[in-house]
């Protein structure tokens, strides 16, 4: 019995009925037949369940009908019994008022008739009526008369529960909470509870209700669809939906769109058809012959091909893919100068305009080098510049193009579109932003300042617009001390105090004012920078923020140092080192430069930092740091002591092999080479996916054989039909003639030569001002003839040391 094996209950107490016929055994009984009916029941088997409610009842007359009887019987529509107990005044009133409650759901599901077979005078005949009048009420939307009518329903009715559902679904719409209140009155027990259950389904959020669904009769997801506001359309839609299965077949949809077309809307259900052919070509044509669907026209031959060109996310071809279908809708829409104009077909073709760069983020100033445009960025520039010629008023692109031109360098094409987004919209506080930014990246520091100032006057608290207008006015103070105009330099300091609210924006004005007053007046300024130091605690802290000052004007941070009684190594405890990092990592987030020889320096400072006493990820942090800074050696340094406590550390190995080799590792043997490899699996087992990625960039970018087949491989296998050879790989490696190369690199063009070749991004940016100055036809001869010439392992060219280089 507890354990629930119920049929081998009744067969045990049968034999001690017959071995002891107690009333225990025939009690132990009763309860095993109960429990072996209710798992009949569960299981869909009712009339198997009867008979064991009716051996229950064999064995004592006098047994009172059990209320999962009752709920059986109603199900089994054998009302009888149940009229017979409700009429015999020794049914226990507990059991009669849930067999007048099984008997009222009975009545309001349609059996009108029943009513009239029970006495007038039961509650359950008398309150009848108004329980069906508030029933047809709600169903005709009538919310008075729903509550005229409940309002005649008393509250130990029968249809007790059942008022309360409807007083609930009033509140639905209004107050979903007090509606959940009221619907948890209404016991598991009730007659009316699969009500309340369809009810409560439909306070469900979309996404979990279309869950649940999935799981209910067809008439109760009807009932809870209905209860949700779903008209009846909606519901067959969904039941048509239903039938196809949970993960319905793409064929099956295809039909399923095709056969409902008319209610969807004949265009929404073609590109959802087309939706799902991107993912299964070619077999998806024959879906549509089959589904009785027209055939694919030129448009949705270059939809598809563009939709599949995104799954295979190749930022180039999804380019190129768009645009030409923007190039067919053009003149398939007609929109050119011969045409009136089209106001839907142009928004159209700006939005295809923009979506490979709304997919892909290909503008993204995160990922691009600053100064730098590739030649794919430059074509989808042009994309979005043209986009803007057939949707004009789209405030996003204009920012889009002002920002990306900006970073790229390009501040005259920046100017360009901020000029024609602020005749647009010129007061507007995202426009006025570009044109701030725009005017520092322009040097333009007095106007960055006013225009900083307008943004302010309709927006005082937007604390990064205070930051950038002080950061304007120490910017065009530094100017002036360059220009030794130490006078304009005072007063573009005094603007900045006023602005200037934060610690750090003090603290800037604070140096600069000190080191003005130690260029005028040597001795009274070493006092003034004695005593800044002083608050700045004269450790590494001091030192650094000093330094990095003194490196935005020029001057010498030697004597700097000297003035400021800073000139002597210090021992950072472990906060001071933190404090000094912290002012590193804010002077790179502001975008500043360093000044000649800042590395060295530097180095010179941390020798003796307690660098051990530092965790596992503050280490971590400290290399980010430094790399973004570009201190190679210094990084290198910290990278190979984090090893000696965590050793095979997968993101120091990656640091300490950037920062040993930041051109790339030409040795395929390389020790360095094969740890990093093996440091992969390591990130991945401790489940470290953004360290994992990073190591497998960094080793592409340094693979050994960047230009044409392995070395490793056969020159004379032929076996494999499927090489095709490129145009450099024959010009380079089949004794090509000089002209044959520069014509083959010539086609290839600048970008795709840098990225076959495999350089790292800096070695790329430095390549591409070179070929800038001199001409590319200058610049290929040039690298042909160190390409032929070349004296790097395996006949490849060797790379070339880089140029420091510090703004």
Not at 158 to 169: G, Q, V
Not at 322 to 336: F, P, R, T, V, Y
Not at 445 to 467: C, M, Q, S, Y
Not at 620 to 638: I, M, N, P, Y
Request: charged fraction near 30%; proline fraction near 6%.
């Amino acid at each position: 019995m507890e354990r629930g094996d119920f049929r081998s209950a009744i067969a045990d107490y049968k034999r001690l009925s017959k071995q002891d016929p107690s009333d225990a055994s025939r009690s132990g009984l009763a309860t095993a037949y109960a429990g072996r009916a209710r798992e009949l029941a569960a299981k869909g088997m009712l009339k198997e369940a009867l008979v064991m409610w009716e051996n229950r009842a064999a064995l004592d007359p006098e047994l009172p009908m059990d209320p999962d009887q009752c709920a059986l019987l109603m199900r089994l529509g054998r009302l009888d019994p149940l009229l017979e107990r409700l009429e015999n005044p020794q049914t226990p009133p507990a059991l009669a008022e849930r067999i007048r409650g099984l008997l009222a759901a009975r009545i309001l599901s349609g059996d009108w008739g029943l009513a009239e077979r029970i006495h007038s005078e039961d509650p359950l005949h008398r309150h009848a009526q108004p329980a069906r009048a508030a029933l047809d009420a709600y169903c005709a939307g009538d919310d008075t008369g729903v509550r005229e009518a409940l309002g005649r329903i008393p509250f130990r009715s029968p249809y007790r529960d059942w008022s309360l559902i409807l007083k609930a679904l009033l509140t639905l719409a209004e107050d979903p909470s007090d509606t959940r209140r009221q619907l948890d009155r209404i016991p598991d027990h009730s007659a009316f509870a699969p009500f309340r259950q369809a009810a409560e389904l439909a306070l469900l959020p979309e996404p979990v209700f279309m869950e649940r669904c999935r799981s209910l009769g067809r008439n109760r997801m009807r009932l809870a669809c209905s209860l949700r506001g779903w008209p009846a359309e909606r519901i067959s839609l969904w039941e048509e939906i239903h039938r196809l299965g949970e993960t319905p077949k793409p064929e099956a949809l295809v039909r399923l769109l095709q056969k409902l077309r008319k209610q969807l809307g004949e265009h929404w259900a073609r590109q959802r058809q087309m939706r799902i052919l991107a993912h299964h070509l070619p077999e998806g044509e024959r879906w549509l012959k089959s589904a009785g669907a027209s055939r694919i026209t030129l448009i949705e031959s270059m939809l598809l091909a563009a939709w599949r060109a995104e799954l295979g996310r190749d930022p180039w071809e999804i380019q190129e893919r768009w645009s030409d279908l923007a190039i067919q809708l053009k003149l398939d829409l007609g929109l050119d100068h011969q045409h009136p104009s089209n106001p839907e077909a142009e928004l159209i073709l700006a939005l295809v305009l923009r979506r490979a760069d709304q997919l892909m983020d290909l503008l993204a100033i995160e990922r691009t080098p600053a100064g730098e445009m590739s030649e794919l960025q430059e074509f989808v520039c042009q994309e979005l510049e043209q986009s803007l010629k057939w949707d004009p008023e789209d405030l996003g692109t204009h920012l889009r193009l002002i920002r990306f031109y900006r970073h790229a360098g390009l501040v005259k094409e920046a100017r360009w579109f901020l000029d024609a987004a602020s005749k647009r919209w010129p007061e507007d506080r995202q426009v006025l932003m570009e044109a701030m930014e725009t005017a520092l990246a322009s040097n333009a520091f007095k106007k960055a300042a006013g225009l900083a100032k307008r943004i302010l006057a309709v927006d005082p608290i937007n604390t990064d617009v205070r930051e950038r207008l002080v950061e304007a006015h120490l910017a065009h103070a530094r100017k002036q001390v360059m220009k030794s105009r130490f006078d304009l330099a005072d007063k573009e300091l005094k603007a900045a105090g006023e602005w200037a609210r934060g610690e750090q924006a003090r603290e800037q004005i604070d140096l600069l004012s000190g080191l003005i007053a130690a260029l005028e007046h040597p001795k009274m300024g070493a006092q003034v920078l004695s005593e800044i130091a002083r608050r700045l605690g004269s450790g590494l802290s001091a030192q650094i923020s000093l330094t990095l000052a003194v490196g935005m004007i020029g001057m010498s941070a030697k004597q700097a140092l000297s003035w400021a009684g800073l000139e002597r190594p210090v021992t950072p405890d472990r906060a001071d080192l933190l404090a000094g990092l912290d002012r590193l990592r804010r002077h790179l987030d502001a975008g500043r430069g360093f000044g000649y020889g800042m590395e060295s320096l530097l180095s010179k400072l941390l020798k003796g930092a307690p660098w051990k006493e530092l965790s596992r990820g503050e280490l971590e942090s400290v290399c980010e740091t430094l790399k973004r800074a570009r201190f190679d050696q210094l990084r290198g340094e910290l990278a190979r002591l984090a090893l000696k406590r965590w050793r095979k550390a997968p993101i120091f190995l990656l640091h300490a092999f950037e920062a040993k080799y930041p051109h790339g590792c030409w040795d395929p043997m390389s020790r360095d080479l094969l740890d990093l490899e093996l440091a992969i699996q390591t990130a991945r087992d401790a489940g470290d996916t953004r360290t994992s990625l990073r190591i497998q960039e960094t080793l592409e970018r340094s693979r050994p054989f960047p230009l044409g087949p392995s070395p490793f491989e056969d020159p004379f296998d032929l076996e494999d039909e499927g090489h095709h050879p490129h145009a450099l790989d024959l010009a380079f490696g089949s004794g090509g003639s000089p002209e044959e190369m520069l014509e083959a690199l010539r086609r290839l063009g600048l970008e795709k030569f840098l990225d076959l070749m495999g350089f790292p991004p800096h070695v790329k940016r430095d390549l591409r001002e070179v070929a800038r100055s001199m001409g590319e036809d200058a610049f290929f001869e040039g690298m042909i003839e160190d390409l032929t010439q070349s004296d790097g392992p395996f006949g490849l060219p060797a790379p070339k040391p880089r140029r420091k280089r510090r703004k």
